[in-house]
């Protein structure tokens, strides 16, 4: 059964606009961490944010931010103020301990910054 | 630090032949991991290692062999490569039981004709 679901193939933005990309998971184990990489056209994987399972507020990083709703089993990835170079394939990943904390990834979401 | 190294980063092979990948880690990392990534498919686990000497079957281990007799080195080998093999290979490491991030190689870019 898939662990993490993206369900947006692509994406289109338009720069200095906010965007966010949709991510779903499913766990029973209480303990686990969310991840967002970012794969720009020259192919290496970015790690962007990180949310624990127990963290009470959402995580942010510069322009980037985790919306994390534990009910909803949602992890979606905020740009604020999208940049040209945001062009790129987003993936989100977790690790839990039913997976024996092996990175299970979800099949990624184009996003492209139209100027 | 070199964080994680993949070589080579880009091979040709032909249908039967051969090859090793090397994944190389400075982060004194447990785990490691090697993904292949295809169109639209995501990252898929091929094999992984939880320390020196273990290795064990991801999700699309058939075709694919790997070794762990260093902890810094985890070796993904293709004993007779097939056009399906045809991808992108990632190396990853992260730090054992516990969520923190996973930290990734370059890639290797293998074309199997």
């Known amino acids: 059964a898939q662990k993490i679901t993206q369900t947006q193939p692509g994406m289109f933005v338009q720069e200095k606009e906010a965007v966010t990309l949709d991510c779903t998971y499913d766990?029973?184990?209480?303990?686990?961490?969310l991840f967002w990489y970012k794969q720009p056209s020259s192919g290496e994987m970015i790690f962007l944010i990180y949310q624990g399972s127990y963290d009470q507020q959402n995580a942010t990083e510069g322009r980037y931010s985790l919306n994390f709703q534990k009910a909803r089993k949602s992890a979606n990835l905020v740009i604020s103020a999208s940049q040209l170079g945001d062009s790129a394939m987003y993936f989100c990943?977790?690790?839990?301990?039913?997976?024996?904390?092996?990175?299970?990834f979800g099949r990624g979401t184009s996003l492209i910054v139209h100027p | 630090n070199a964080g994680v190294t993949q070589t080579p980063k880009f091979r040709v092979l032909k249908t039967g032949q051969s090859m090793t990948l090397l994944c190389a880690q400075d982060m004194n990392h447990e785990y490691m991991y090697w993904y292949r990534q295809d169109p639209g498919m995501g990252l898929r686990l091929i094999h992984y290692s939880v320390g020196e000497g273990t290795t064990a079957k991801g999700e699309v281990p058939d075709g694919y062999n790997v070794s762990r007799l260093k902890k810094q080195n985890f070796l993904l080998g293709l004993e007779s490569a097939a056009p399906s093999q045809t991808s992108v290979y990632f190396c990853?490491?992260?730090?054992?039981?516990?969520?923190?991030?996973?930290?990734f190689g370059q890639g290797t870019r293998l074309t199997v004709v």
């Open positions: 990943a977790m690790r839990d301990d039913k997976g024996s904390y092996i990175p299970t």
């Open positions: 766990t029973s184990d209480p303990s686990y961490g």
């Open positions: 990853a490491s992260s730090y054992s039981r516990g969520v923190t991030e996973a930290f």
